[in-house]
């Protein structure tokens, strides 16, 4: 199984600042026949369901503030929050779904306000 | 829009079975997969497992032997039954759709863009 492990567990950004969360995978989750990286990031706020913000490891969905980007490629990745809203305050996962199941997560970043 | 709406029993006691079904509202199964996640009480993302709407099925083997996963078309819904529940199960279960795009004849899943609300299951004798 392809573990995914994120760093730091926390962190406490002012706002306005840029928020930086790194995800690493036990192996590569880029698939070289259509070069695509196999990782999403999710937000989840409390009493809320997660919600898909970057897919194929830098694309961001519909609807998401541009303020959000996703970059790495193979087994390291970065999600970016530009410029820290408070909205933003929330746990971000990175999660694989390269090749075959289980899909994994990492264990979650929570984001607060500094 | 598709809306997923999901219900089932939120307190269970140890070796009773967990059984959760979620409804597809504005859209059909077909085409997509559906897969079910939990969220224990301060612990990550865990993945279930997943069906389409043929019953093409993949679990996450850590759970398979007291996993179930079904499809019903004619109600447009799919289910969840875990066996032999215990505290270790207490958790947020949510259902949620495979998000899917299309290339020329292929599609890819790319993550989970479509979330229940949410089942707040509490395994406690």
């Known amino acids: 199984d392809i573990v995914v492990t994120q760093s730091p567990d926390s962190l406490a950004v002012s706002l306005g600042e840029r928020a930086t969360i790194n995800c690493k995978s036990s192996q590569s989750v880029l698939y070289s026949s259509n070069n695509k990286n196999y990782l999403a990031w999710y937000q989840v706020k409390p009493g809320q369901p997660p919600k898909l913000l970057i897919y194929w490891a830098s694309t961001r969905e519909s609807g998401v503030p541009d303020r959000f980007s996703g970059s790495g490629s193979g087994t390291d990745f970065t999600l970016t929050i530009s410029s820290l809203q408070a909205e933003d305050v929330a746990v971000y996962y990175c999660h694989h779904y390269y090749s075959i199941p289980p899909w994994t997560f990492g264990q979650g970043t929570k984001v607060e306000i500094k | 829009q598709v809306q997923l709406q999901q219900w089932g029993a939120g307190l269970l006691k140890p070796s009773e079975t967990l059984s959760l079904t979620c409804e597809v509202y504005g859209g059909s199964l077909s085409g997509y997969y559906w897969t079910w996640i939990r969220q224990s009480p301060g612990k990550g993302l865990e993945w279930i497992g997943e069906i389409n709407h043929s019953g093409s099925i993949n679990h996450n083997p850590s759970l398979k032997s007291r996993v179930t996963i079904s499809v019903d078309t004619s109600k447009n819904q799919f289910s969840l039954k875990m066996t032999s529940v215990t505290a270790a199960d207490t958790a947020v279960y949510y259902c949620?759709?495979?998000?899917?795009?299309?290339?020329?004849?292929?599609?890819?899943?790319?993550?989970?863009?479509?979330w229940g609300q949410g089942t707040t299951v509490i395994v406690s004798s």
């Open positions: 949620a759709r495979w998000a899917r795009q299309q290339v020329l004849n292929n599609y890819y899943y790319y993550g989970m863009d479509v």
